[in-house]
């Protein structure tokens, strides 16, 4: 996957792949087409349907996302639940309703996280349409928040917003397998907010990750600012799409960082975060969600949130209005 991402990211695709992705592309162009010609069925559900998604492969930052405007949903008196995928978990039934304590090995990381986050009903499946139809079944939700599943177009939705890498961008600019894009960047013109994380282009709107506190990964109730650990050696371990994006994160804090990067997803044991010294084991709140049965006493995570301006806020609150 390493030797893909650098190519990914380089400023030419492989020859030898381009063909592929001109099938890919061309595949992908052929099943929306089917969609938007209502040739392929899709559902409507009976309540608004928000999508948060991505064109890239790997993290664009779209769980901060969901869990920003869930709250800006309750702020304004809605009831929001959330779909997601579920992707990793080992249930031999799907849907799963996800709860805080839920097993991450069954229903997902990502699920659990959003449960924890959110303090909202939350429904996993890979058909987003029978996780919606289960949250609403189970729940008394008045909007769905979908995380991923833009391409999942057999869901009809009210608003697309696509969250995008501020830094990596596209890539190289081509669909998979020669680059990282889902769809092509095209895609994105008829979709109704994109999000940069990071530093937005014109008709974008900013996003900003914020870190909070550290957190012990074995009792969340214990807490440590991060500025503890200026200038400190630690351990960073991250399975997360974009590793790169929480190293850098913690060396802008003055940490020194020995970097561990695991595939997106990574089922972690005690091994892949014990080490032969006393340092600090840092990681990501979604890999935490999977090592709290095993965490030693210093191994802690550290949550991210989501800030946008108001020029969003108002914008998308207009949007949801219409």
């Known amino acids: 996957m390493k030797f893909l ?23 992908v162009a052929i ?24 064109i890239n492969v790997g993290g664009t930052g779209k769980t901060p996302m969901v869990a920003w405007l869930v709250n800006l949903l309750k702020q304004q008196g809605y009831r929001p639940g959330v779909i997601t995928r579920g992707y990793g978990g080992q249930a031999k039934h799907w849907p799963q309703q996800v709860h805080p304590d839920s097993d991450p090995f069954i229903v997902g990381d990502e699920p659990v996280l959003l449960a924890q986050r959110c ?8 058909d987003r ?13 008045n909007i769905v928040v ?3 599943g833009l391409q999942h177009y057999r869901l009809r939705r009210d608003i697309e917003v696509v969250v995008v890498d501020g830094e990596r961008r596209f890539g190289n600019g081509q669909c998979l397998p020669a680059g990282p894009l889902r769809e092509p960047v ?3 013109k008829s979709v109704d907010f994109v ?48 590793p790169a994006r929480f190293f850098e994160l913690l060396k802008k804090h003055g940490l020194d960082v020995i970097e561990h990067a695991f595939p997106d997803h990574y089922q972690f044991d005690a091994s892949d975060i014990g080490f032969d010294d006393e340092l600090p084991v840092l990681m990501t709140e979604k890999d ?24 969003f806020t108002y914008r998308f609150l207009q949007q949801l209005k219409n």
């Open 119 to 126: 303090a909202c009903p939350v429904a996993a499946a890979p």
């Open 195 to 242: 999000i940069a994380n990071g530093l937005a282009k014109q008709g974008e709107f900013a996003m900003t990750l914020v870190p909070g506190e550290l957190v012990a990964v074995h009792d969340m109730q214990t807490k440590m600012g991060l500025d503890v650990l200026e200038s400190k050696r630690v351990h960073a371990v991250a399975g997360i799409g974009n």
């Open 31 to 54: 099943r929306r087409g089917l969609y938007k010609a209502r040739i392929l069925p899709s559902q409507r559900l009976p309540v608004p349907v928000i999508v948060v998604g991505n």
């Open 5 to 27: 991402v650098k190519h990914w990211y380089s400023p030419q695709a492989p020859l030898l792949w381009l063909p592929v992705s001109w099938l890919f592309l061309f595949l």
């Open 146 to 148: 979908a995380d991923d």
């Open 129 to 141: 349409v029978a996780a919606a139809k289960s949250l609403l079944q189970y729940s008394n939700c």
């Open 288 to 311: 935490a969600v999977k090592c709290r049965r095993f965490a030693r006493e210093n191994t802690w995570y550290l949550p991210v949130e989501a800030q946008l301006g108001e020029n």
């Open 186 to 188: 095209s895609r994105l």
